[in-house]
């Protein structure tokens, strides 16, 4: 995670990274907004949400700037292999679509919480818990139950998204000789 103090130098890559995170954090936001309407029955938008949470999460995923290289390959390659099942399940449903929804959500808990040291929102910790709860809503067939859990936390996402993109981009890189390679 990045010090706000540090001010690194940063290239061209280190640009367009901080700006790819923060492009799929707002994107993956609007896809956890979706869903949690496709959920509650407001809108029907068939297998959009699901697309835009991957697009989100890859977005992230590639452009991860945390120092612990362990965290940083987990939740990368938990966004992978979510977006890998979804391309399998080819928009069926079912167990392979809720297994990749649900590795995505790995991605985004992880990224909430990491991004709640950052920020003094108030919630914003327990988006990793309403991600969780609303999955197993969702596995266990309440899709009302699901979408009601996952409304506050599409918004705290959105919330924390919005106020990521307000920042300095340096914020984003800190102390690059802390990296783990």
Not at 128 to 141: D, M, Q, T
Request: aromatic share 12%; with cysteine.
């Amino acid at each position: 995670m990045a010090d706000p103090h540090i001010k690194p130098e940063m290239d061209a890559l280190d640009y367009l990274m901080v700006v790819l995170y923060r492009l799929g954090m707002l994107i993956s936001g609007l896809g956890l907004l979706l869903l949690a309407a496709d959920l509650l029955g407001v809108y029907t938008f068939h297998h959009y949400p699901l697309w835009l949470l991957a697009l989100g999460g890859v977005l992230q995923a590639s452009s991860l700037h945390i120092y612990n290289k362990i965290i940083r390959w987990v939740l990368a390659n938990a966004t992978w292999v979510g977006l890998l099942v979804i391309v399998v399940d080819g928009g069926n449903g079912g167990w392979l679509q809720n297994l990749g929804l649900g590795c995505l959500f790995v991605t985004l808990s992880g990224l909430a919480f990491k991004e709640s040291f950052c920020f003094r929102i108030p919630g914003l910790k327990l988006v990793p818990l309403a991600l969780a709860f609303s999955w197993f809503a969702l596995v266990s067939e309440l899709p009302v139950y699901a979408g009601s859990i996952l409304v506050p936390a599409a918004g705290l996402y959105c919330f924390m998204a919005l106020s990521k993109a307000r920042m300095p981009l340096h914020y984003d890189i800190g102390d690059k000789t802390a990296y783990q390679i």
